[in-house]
């Protein structure tokens, strides 16, 4: 059974710092993963796809790594700004016995 | 390009009584998911569709719990009673089909549901 691990649970930074965020999955057979950001009270915003056969994918400020093996993917915000504080929720996808499944989320407060 | 339509927004219900959620996919998405996210977790999945077919349904609770798409496109999840239990935000997401891989998810603005 895929088991999904998102660590810290939370964080706040002061602003102009670059993070990271990780992520650990117990079942390498996925054939993608997502990196998401939630607002409060708002729905999930889709930040990054990483594909199984990719190591690693960009947009902007953000840059998400994945290795399928170790059942890891990271999550690199450079410059944090306030505007970036949200949770973030990555999901891997696979076939056979699950399909997709989030981790719990890190909570990011970036501070002005 | 229009997103993941859903609707209500907010439902507040008592316990044993039943309700209904709507979604509308992205146009031309084959696959829809609806989730169920509990305060403080990750959206865990009820139920995903393969146009109008079920791929996985392992986690919805069948007794009380039901979903449709007919025609492929919009679906309706419904409690049929409701627990306490079951407050939840219900989120609806789509996502197109390559070469039967499942490509980026979008999600809707998700539904809030409280049962009294």
């Known amino acids: 059974k895929q088991e999904v691990t998102q660590i810290p649970a939370a964080l706040s930074v002061p602003e102009g710092e670059n993070l990271v965020l990780n992520c650990s999955f117990t079942?390498?057979?996925?054939?993608?993963l997502q990196w998401f950001r939630q607002d409060p009270g708002k729905g999930l915003t889709s930040l990054l796809l990483i594909q199984s056969s990719q190591r690693e994918q960009t947009s902007g400020r953000l840059n998400a790594s994945l290795d399928k093996s170790s059942g890891r993917s990271t999550l690199y915000i450079a410059a944090s700004q306030p505007g970036d504080s949200a949770t973030y929720l990555c999901a891997p996808s696979g076939t056979g016995g699950f399909k997709t499944i989030f981790g719990a989320g890190t909570r990011l407060f970036v501070k002005a | 390009e229009a997103g993941v339509a859903q609707s209500p927004r907010y439902k507040i219900i008592e316990k044993r009584q039943s309700v209904a959620f709507w979604c509308n996919p992205i146009s031309g998405h084959a696959t829809l998911y609806w989730y169920q996210q509990i305060l403080g977790q990750g959206p865990k999945l009820l139920i995903q569709f393969q146009n109008n077919g079920v791929v996985d349904d392992s986690q919805l609770p069948k007794d009380r719990f039901s979903a449709e798409r007919l025609k492929g496109v919009d679906s309706t999840l419904k409690i049929q009673p409701a627990k306490l239990e079951d407050s939840a935000v219900y989120l609806c997401a789509s996502s197109s089909t390559t070469l039967g891989a499942y490509n980026e998810q979008f999600f809707g603005p998700g539904t809030r549901l409280t049962v009294l």
């Open positions: 079942d390498s057979a996925i054939y993608n």
